[in-house]
């Protein structure tokens, strides 16, 4: 599966369309991270609106998208987690472990980077 | 469609089971959250059977209780076993460099939570949730 990135002025759009295997999702982290380094994208998000379950595995993964990228100078904002998702997530235990930016919507995950390079 | 059994041996056997638990509970009559939960601990359960046995079985099931309609699901291997099992329930446990909250999680997640294992033999995690 070829996920798109896209490239709107220095920001890059990842939108998850589908339920995606551990392997694709250790794919698309080094694509992304490749393709910040290649343009200088300065932020990335990442709309994960689609997607009805996220476990363990894919919320580290976004940890470690947002943690190098900060390493490279680039910031990352999820948006788009399902109310259901949510819950489930602090159910899980997920709540020390999670160190990424979020927004409700896309537009607003927009905001939150242009006011951090302001 | 009353009960499934699935091998599972790698990565793309997870979305496999989370699809078919999905519609299972979708059949019960689960509403939408309680389908996030227990998807959500079965795809942990099944990822350690990948990552700690490399395989195993799932097996889905309708499940009946005093008028009450359930889920039940059983993730089978015959791995290494786990020589500390409330250890191994704690929050942050891992010997697998993961965040640790896999089983605790899929215990907090689902109503009934029971883990059999035997060092060298394997380990049998069997877990339900009854509709409200
Ligand atoms: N099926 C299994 N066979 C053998 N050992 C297991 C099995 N399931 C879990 N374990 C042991 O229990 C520990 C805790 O499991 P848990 O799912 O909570 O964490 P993890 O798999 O290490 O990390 P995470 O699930 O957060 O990515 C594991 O590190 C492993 O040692
Ligand atoms: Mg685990």
Request: charged share 30%; aromatic share 2%.
């Given at each position: 599966?070829i996920?798109?990135?896209?490239k709107i002025?220095d920001?890059?759009?990842v939108t998850l369309q589908?339920?995606?295997?551990?392997?694709?999702v250790?794919?698309l982290?080094?694509?992304?991270?490749?393709?910040?380094?290649?343009?200088?994208a300065?932020?990335?998000i990442?709309?994960i609106?689609?997607?009805?379950?996220?476990?363990?595995?894919m919320?580290?993964s976004?940890n470690?998208?947002?943690?190098?990228?900060?390493?490279?100078?680039?910031?990352?904002?999820?948006?788009?987690i399902?109310?259901?998702v949510?819950l489930?997530?602090?159910?899980l235990?997920?709540?020390?472990?999670?160190?990424v930016?979020?927004a409700l919507?896309l537009e607003?995950?927009?905001?939150?980077?242009?006011?951090e390079?302001? | 469609m009353?009960?499934?059994?699935?091998?599972?041996k790698n990565?793309t056997d997870?979305?496999?089971v989370?699809?078919?638990?999905r519609?299972?509970?979708?059949?019960i009559?689960?509403?939408?959250l309680?389908?996030t939960?227990i998807?959500?601990a079965?795809?942990e359960?099944?990822?350690?059977?990948?990552?700690h046995a490399?395989?195993?079985?799932?097996?889905?099931k309708?499940v009946?209780?005093t008028?009450?309609r359930g889920?039940?699901?059983?993730?089978?291997?015959?791995?290494?076993?786990i020589?500390?099992?409330?250890?191994?329930?704690?929050?942050?446990?891992?010997?697998?460099g993961?965040?640790?909250?896999g089983?605790?999680?899929?215990?907090?997640?689902?109503?009934?939570?029971?883990?059999?294992s035997?060092?060298?033999?394997?380990t049998?995690v069997i877990?339900?949730k009854w509709?409200?």
């Open positions: 599966m996920i798109p990135i896209l002025g920001v890059l759009i589908s339920e995606l295997t551990d392997r694709e250790e794919e982290s080094h694509d992304i991270l490749d393709k910040i380094n290649k343009v200088g300065e932020g990335v990442i709309d609106t689609a997607l009805k379950v996220v476990d363990s595995f919320a580290r976004l470690s998208i947002a943690s190098a990228a900060t390493l490279l100078g680039s910031e990352v904002v999820v948006v788009g399902q109310p259901a949510a489930t997530l602090v159910e235990g997920l709540r020390v472990s999670w160190g930016k979020t919507n607003k995950g927009l905001e939150i980077l242009k006011k390079r302001a | 009353d009960e499934q059994m699935i091998e599972v990565d997870i979305i496999r989370r699809r078919i638990v519609e299972m509970a979708v059949e009559g689960f509403g939408e309680d389908q939960r998807i959500t079965i795809s359960l099944t990822r350690n059977i990948i990552v490399s395989s195993g079985k799932v097996l889905i309708e009946q209780k008028g009450k889920i039940e699901i059983t993730c089978a291997d015959e791995g290494p076993g020589v500390d099992i409330e250890l191994a329930l704690k929050d942050g446990y891992t010997t697998s993961g965040l640790g909250i089983m605790t999680g899929a215990r907090r997640l689902m109503d009934e939570f029971k883990v059999e035997v060092v060298g033999s394997g049998t877990v339900k509709m409200k």
